[in-house]
């Protein structure tokens, strides 16, 4: 089965010191960086699944899915900077 769902690409931009904005960021997620099944294994029941995960959830409601990435110094044309991908989800 396969359902087609809706992804939003989000950049942001700061003159923050990248290293800050990055602890700001982890604060503000929670974590399923485990992964989804160790996360899911001890659920037997819809409620426990749920709680699981939003036991996860940081202040923003949102969980990171991955580790992050910190990407190559780049110049989009302002200058100097430095990247990283972080991929974040809503269970629910």
């Known amino acids: 089965m ?8 989000c950049v942001h931009v700061s003159e923050r010191p990248f290293d800050e ?7 503000a997620t929670g974590s399923v960086e485990e992964g ?3 996360v899911a ?3 037997t029941t819809r409620e426990e ?3 699981a995960f939003r036991a996860r959830e940081g202040s923003s409601g949102l ?11 780049s110049d989009d ?3 100097d900077c430095e990247e990283s991908a972080i991929e974040v989800g809503v269970a629910f």
């Open 2 to 9: 396969s359902r087609t769902i809706e992804v939003r690409h």
């Open 21 to 27: 904005v990055v602890a700001a960021f982890m604060l």
């Open 36 to 38: 989804f099944g160790s």
């Open 41 to 43: 294994a001890g659920a």
């Open 49 to 51: 699944f749920e709680a």
């Open 63 to 73: 969980e990171r899915l991955t580790k992050p990435r910190a990407g190559p110094e």
């Open 77 to 79: 044309g302002g200058g």
